[in-house]
């Protein structure tokens, strides 16, 4: 399983879990928290009524006198209100009135009158002066349809403290579930959009970390398979600083490992064009004709050139090869570049008696480095160069193909032998020049490999069928 699913998951377990439990909790509190919200409004209404129908019931006339009356008016009333979304039309409260025995005297239904209550615990309790109230079964052995009960005592009005009776208010419970169910309704329904947002927040987390976890694990992988890659894009927390460690680790180790492989190369191409030098020399320290000595001299001046030349040529080739990616981008006009190229390279071509025809559309745009651009195609232009014959032609075009832009320069040479085109690219290894028999660094085309590389194209080399060589810098367009 996935880093980022496990960490998705955990998270999501949590926080369901911690719903799911808190959720139960609200709703079995719901029913109880109504229930007792209704008992203390039952509690109100029986002191109330208590101390209005105690006249009455002292009178001996409760059964038919004005607390009667006004009862049974209330209960003919229609509240026409609407209490949350649901319609209340009738008064529910029962009223019922026992003397100090327990017995019945008035009932506002008239249905229980002459009935012993003493043993139902609202009245048994309140008889001896506690608090009574009760929930019981409004049909005896049906558990789904309660009444609460509440009593309240009645004093006598004229001490306020002698006990003549026990007036019971009563609600049936069920006038309460519409609104226990809509209560548990709307916390369960809210509950899902909290799981539901705990879920998407978990999933935007969980991507944010394993996108940063992610390109750390392919900065790795690929650092591991010895592709140059970019370090990873800086963050502000702890994956941003592990990115950064591992970018600077990576460059101690390439540093110490780099260093090691250009001393290795440097020495390896530095021993001939050395050991032609001390020749020279030794032979220049003794008697010589005036043409054998210039000779070696001369031969000790083309040495020097050409160790220089692979000095620039290794520093050039290491810079871009160090960085692994292009640390300027900019827009290029390839036309542009070629243009000024072959300006550039006129002395040459007019000292070599060549020609450069040019084929190229009047803009073509990418995304790169100039500076790098330039001093690929010219490597490509001076080999051109080299090995052309005098009176040739030189062709450079610029074309649109599917990859991007394509950059040809092809001579009218003898060709790359077939032995050759597969290690034309490797570094250090060249071809003698047709009119010097020189041979040059080697670097040259390995630093246009590199510089394409950086550009997200790439470079080629290869025998044209009408002759001579064509080498090709195809490009990504902008």
Request: proline residues 5%; contains cysteine.
């Amino acid at each position: 399983m996935r880093l980022g699913l496990k960490i998705f998951l955990g998270f999501f377990l949590i926080v369901g879990i911690a719903a799911f439990f808190v959720m139960r909790v609200f709703v079995n509190e719901v029913k109880p928290g109504v229930r007792q919200a209704m008992e203390s409004t039952l509690v109100d209404a029986a002191n109330v009524l208590a101390v209005i129908a105690a006249p009455d019931l002292k009178a001996g006339n409760i059964a038919d006198g004005t607390f009667a009356a006004q009862m049974a008016t209330a209960q003919r009333r229609d509240p026409k209100a609407m209490v949350w979304r649901f319609p209340k039309r009738s008064v529910e409260y029962r009223v019922t009135i026992t003397d100090t025995r327990g017995i019945v005297i008035f009932d506002s239904r008239g249905q229980d009158v002459g009935r012993d209550n003493s043993r139902w615990n609202d009245v048994y309790r309140t008889l001896r002066g506690e608090y009574g109230a009760r929930s019981s079964p409004e049909t005896p052995g049906d558990e789904t349809s309660t009444v609460m009960h509440v009593a309240a005592p009645m004093y006598d009005p004229d001490d306020g403290h002698t006990l003549i009776g026990v007036l019971t208010v009563s609600q049936p419970n069920d006038t309460i579930d519409p609104f226990i169910a809509a209560s548990q309704r709307a916390i369960v329904a809210r509950g899902a959009w909290l799981i539901g947002l705990s879920a998407l927040i978990g999933l935007l987390m969980t991507w944010w970390l394993s996108r940063g976890i992610g390109s750390l694990s392919r900065y790795a992988k690929a650092v591991s398979a010895g592709e140059p890659v970019p370090p990873p894009r800086r963050r502000r927390d702890e994956i941003g600083d592990l990115g950064q460690a591992l970018e600077t680790m990576r460059r101690k180790l390439e540093g110490k490992a780099y260093v090691e492989q250009y001393v290795q190369s440097l020495t390896h191409e530095m021993k001939s064009p050395l050991a032609a030098i001390r020749g020279a020399a030794e032979l220049l320290q003794e008697p010589l004709p005036e043409a054998d000595r210039q000779r070696f001299a001369g031969n000790i001046v083309q040495q020097e050139r050409r160790l220089t030349e692979t000095i620039d040529q290794l520093l050039r080739l290491a810079e871009v090869e160090q960085h692994g990616w292009l640390q300027k981008r900019g827009e290029v006009d390839l036309v542009a570049l070629c243009r000024a190229l072959v300006e550039d390279a006129g002395p040459s071509l007019q000292a070599a008696r060549l020609q450069l025809d040019c084929q190229m559309p009047e803009q073509a745009l990418m995304h790169g480095d100039a500076f790098l651009l330039r001093q690929a195609l010219s490597n490509l232009l001076d080999n051109a160069i080299a090995f052309s014959p005098e009176d040739s032609r030189i062709v450079l075009s610029v074309q649109q193909v599917e990859e991007g832009w394509s950059v040809s320069l092809r001579d009218a040479g003898p060709g790359v032998p077939d032995y050759a085109l597969e290690r034309v690219f490797e570094r250090f290894y060249s071809l003698s020049r047709p009119r010097s028999g020189q041979r040059s660094s080697g670097l040259g085309l390995p630093f246009v490999a590199e510089v394409a590389r950086l550009h997200g194209g790439s470079a080629h080399l290869r025998n044209h069928g009408d002759g001579g060589a064509e080498a090709r810098l195809v490009l990504p367009r902008a």
